[in-house]
Nanobody, 124 residues
Framework: QVQLVESGGGLVQAGGSLRLSCAAS????????MTWFRQAPGKEREFVAG????????PYADSVKGRFTISRDNTKNTVYLQMNSLKPEDTAIYYC?????????????????WGQGTQVTVSS
């Protein structure tokens, strides 16, 4: 069974940057589409960005397009989320998730594998 562990969260001022990492155990990482979701207090978990198995398809939520970049290194079993120009509204717990689908779904119910989350707090 694949396990996901996120890291890289923290406290940053508005306009700053953070890079999140999600390390996967197991030898089947390249078989998964990977996605970042986030959940702010009192809100639903929402799609942020995803990346296909090969890395050729990388959809983004409109709210982060142009500021966030998702990437993956299948040799290191790791997916990354580079977050630039952070805003206070980006404050949330960020989760990585894996899906067996060949496409990148924005629906959280399509993802059977989840990490424990990492907190990102952006101060104004």
């Amino acid at each position: 069974q694949v396990q996901l562990v996120e890291s890289g969260g923290g406290l940053v001022q508005a306009g700053g940057s953070l890079r999140l990492s999600c390390a996967a155990s197991g030898r089947t990482f390249s078989s998964f589409a990977m996605t970042w979701f986030r959940q702010a207090p009192g809100k639903e978990r929402e799609f942020v960005a995803g990346i296909s198995r090969s890395g050729n398809n990388t959809p983004y939520a409109d709210s982060v397009k142009g500021r966030f970049t998702i990437s993956r290194d299948n040799t290191k079993n790791t997916v990354y989320l580079q977050m630039n120009s952070l805003k206070p509204e980006d404050t949330a717990i960020y989760y990585c998730a894996g899906s067996y689908y060949t496409w990148v779904s924005s629906l959280k119910n399509d993802y059977p594998i989840w990490g424990q989350g990492t907190q990102v707090t952006v101060s104004s």
